[in-house]
Structures are given as C-alpha cells and as structure tokens.
C-alpha cells in the first residue's frame, strides 16, 4: 500500500477531521449546510454536476430527478440523474437522500429506505408512512 507524503497525510487528516466535526453537528441538529467543507469527489462532469445541484438542495427540502435534471440543463436525464445520485460517494454532506420521486415517494438511497425516511424526517420532512 502507497502512503501519503507527511505534509499530505496532516492535510488529509485536517479534512477528515473537519468533515467529522461538521457531521456530528448535523447530527446533533446545529448544522444544515455543509457548504464549508472542501469536496473532492472523483467522477465524470456529468456526475459532479449532479452532486454540484444537490449541494444546492437547502436543509429541510426535497428535489425529484427532473427537477435536478432541469437543474443541470439537461431536462431528458432523469434515468442517468438517478445513476448519478446512485454513484455519490459522499451521501449526507451532497445529500442525495433529498431526491424522492416525481409523485413524492422515497426512491433508492445507498443506507436503505429506512435510512432515508430518518433523515427526511430528521430535517422536518413529511414522509409517506409507507416506502
């Protein structure tokens, strides 16, 4: 296994602890943006532009795949949103739990459905008692 240089692996380790602070916030309900993290999340542009509209999705709200679609100028990409969103490697700090379904419903999440519901609700959104 390669390692990281000393100076890379301090700055590494900076960014990780940052990250974790940032979640236990939001966990602990004192944060609803992570807006002051520096994200390095490796994709295609079309992926990171999908992960760029979720970033913009305010704490508490929800977007469908279309909505992100027209987002990224691309109003036909619902399908490949959704791939996309599949393919975050950072769910909760680009928070793809709040993508539901054109009609509300919960659609896929990476943790599960269950996992999803919770942390809808745990931003103050109304979930159908059924996914």
Not at 10 to 36: I, N, Q, S, V
Not at 90 to 115: K, M, N, Q, W
Request: aromatic content about 10%.
């Amino acid at each position: 296994m390669r390692r990281l240089p000393p100076q890379r692996s301090t700055k590494a380790r900076a960014h990780l602890d940052k990250a974790a602070a940032a979640l236990d916030r939001y966990f602990a309900g004192k944060l609803t943006d992570f807006g002051g993290l520096t994200l390095a999340a490796e994709g295609t542009a079309f992926q990171k532009s999908v992960w760029a509209a979720l970033a913009r999705i305010p704490f508490g709200e929800t977007r469908s795949y279309a909505d992100i679609a027209r987002a990224i100028g691309n109003p036909k990409a619902m399908r490949a949103v959704g791939l996309a969103n599949g393919k975050n490697p950072l769910p909760i700090v680009v928070p793809c739990h709040r993508v539901i379904g054109a009609d509300g419903s919960l659609t896929g999440f990476g943790g599960g459905l269950p996992a999803k519901k919770w942390l809808l609700e745990f931003e103050g959104i109304e979930t159908p008692s059924f996914f």
